[in-house]
Each structure stands twice: as structure tokens, then as C-alpha cells.
């Protein structure tokens, strides 16, 4: 439980950049995309798992590479919070496109 | 007191062309405060990074109780490590940091009960003094359920009257656990420690008198009478 806790504090420091930045970025393909429901979607989504992400990361390693031993000490590695992470977007991800898909075909 | 043993041997470490670490060997026990001095740059804080298991090596031998652990960190209730710079998360308070780090109620009672940090609760990380976070920041580590903890310069910037107070905090937990401990004040380490380690040349060589730290070149000769 306590690193469930942990994990998502970590969730919650990378993405106060992730999320508006990815949400941004959805934004932005709204202008670009003819239905805007899945341009905003497509955009929010892959923004949120690989660019967002990425760029979270290495913020987070530039002004905050301290921190992670608040973590080690109670045994969870980069690569442990890297994978939580990408989890728990990849499930928010799955539950937008079932939205998606409600939208445009429900 | 149940005695649990720590043991590092055989590391090997590069930095580039240079052999930062070569000759280690160290151990320590329940009940015992090691120690480790050396120069800037002769490799303390990695080797205690090494002994976490953070930091990558070419090779190592780390062993707690006689198992022998690569990444003892990842392993419950082994090894905490406070490092050098601050390592608390400075957007939540810190009565909300020892909910999430500690699950035992009466564990947390005794840090919210401390006398000198039950006033600084609803304040963030970086909102107390220097002095006042190193002394929450190892009060919280002690209350881990683990056999050792590497301390990484804990008298680093803080004031004397904290240093005294860090000093106590550490005795008082002998009992149930057992510290590696480096930082530059070398007389609070003297102090507080047991037995003392210098690394220098890559190696590791055991101090059994003050001045031998003066033969070493790391103490300058004219503190031989303060010592």
C-alpha cells in the first residue's frame, strides 16, 4: 500500500507537467484534425505516452534527481515508478478511446 | 539485541581513465557507527551509493546477514540511505510525507511528537531551515524498519546545537540498527563513531589512532594536539 501511495505521488509530480502539456498538445490537433472528439483524443493520448512523457522524465531528472531516493528508501527503482507510470496512463489512455468510441459510433 | 551484519567487499569502480575505488573492504554490525573519511573526490558518496545498489559498478560484493544482495535497496528492510542534497518531495507538507512513508501509527507518533518538529508539520520540505531538515529527514529514515542506514554528510550545514542533536539521535538507535556514516565535520564523525574508515588511494584503511588520519595526509598536522 505504502508504495502504491508513493507511486502515485510520483505520478502526480511528473504529470503536473505531463497532463497540461499533453492536454496542449490535444488542443493543437484539434485545429489540425477534421472530427475534433478524436483529434483532441489522438493527440491528448499519444502526447500522454511518449512525448509528454519523455519530456516529464527528463524535467523531473533535471530539477528533481534527488528525490527519487525518497522512493529507493522504500524500494522502488526508476525503472519500477518509469513502468507505474506508463501503467496508469496506458489504462486512462484505454478508458478515453472506449470514450472516443462511444462518441463518434455509440 | 539481535546482530545483524553488513559486509562490502571487492568493489571496483572507474571514472573514466581513473580507479576511483579498487581496494574496499568494510563491514559493520548492529550496534556500530562506522566512520568512513576521506578527501573531496576520493569516492565516499559513491561508494555508499555502491552499497545501496543505485549506483552501477564493475564489481562488488555486498552481503547483509551473509546473503549476498546486488541491489539491496530494492530488498524490505536492509538499508536506508540519506543523501547529500535533500531528498524529501517539496510539494506536500511533511505531516502528509510521514502518512505516506510510515504506516505504523505509533512510528508516526514519534516523529509528529518530536519536540523539534511537531511545529513544523503543516510546512513544506523547503520551508525549514537547513538544520531542521537534515534532523527530519533522518529522524523519518530511523523510523524505517531496516538494519542500516548510510548517512551522506548528515552534519552538512547545519549548526552545532543540530549536530548535537543529531549526534544523540543516532545513539539512541544503536540498538536496533547499525550506521555507515561520512561527512567533512571529521570531528563529529570522531565523535560519534566507533570505528573509522579512510579511503584514500581507491582503498579502504582502517584508523586505529587520530594520527594516523596525519600520516594519511587528510588531517593537517597542526590539529594533532586538538585531537
Known sequence: MTKLKLLFLYYRSLHSFNLPFSLLVGVFCIAISENKVAGLINGFSLCLLTG??????????????????????????????????????????????????????? | MVKHTLEVDSVLYSFGERKLLSDVYLNCGTGEIVGLLGRNGCGKTTLLKIIFGTKHTD??????????????????????????????????????????????QDKRNIVKQNIRIKQHLTKRADELSKGELRYFELLLLLQLDVK???????????????????????????PTK???ITDHDYRAVLRVSQRLI?????????????DELIDWGYMPASTATES
Open chain 2, 198 to 210: 579512510l579511503i584514500t588511494d581507491g582503498a579502504c584503511r582502517p584508523i586505529t589512532h587520530t
Open chain 1, 52 to 106: 509528454g512523457f519523455a519530456l516529464a522524465l527528463y524535467l523531473y531528472e533535471q530539477r528533481h534527481s534527488q528525490q527519487y531516493y525518497f522512493y529507493h528508501n522504500q524500494g522502488l527503482s526508476r525503472l519500477q515508478l518509469a513502468v507505474g507510470t506508463l501503467s496508469v496512463n496506458l489504462l486512462l489512455i484505454f478508458l478515453l478511446f472506449l470514450v472516443k468510441i462511444y462518441l463518434l459510433h455509440g
Open chain 2, 59 to 104: 564489481n562488488k560484493h555486498i552481503s547483509i546477514d551473509g546473503k549476498v544482495y546486488t541491489k539491496p535497496y530494492l530488498h524490505a528492510g536492509l538499508l536506508a540511505y540519506l543523501p547529500q542534497q535533500g531528498f524529501l518531495p517539496k510539494n506536500i507538507p511533511l505531516s502528509e510525507i510521514l502518512n505516506l512513508y510510515l504506516p505504523q
Open chain 2, 178 to 180: 547499525g550506521f555507515l
Open chain 2, 148 to 174: 542500516f542506514l548510510l548517512l551522506d554528510e548528515p552534519f552538512s550545514g547545519v549548526e552545532p546545537l543540530y549536530v548535537e542533536q543529531i549526534e544523540e539521535l543516532l545513539q539512541s538507535h544503536l
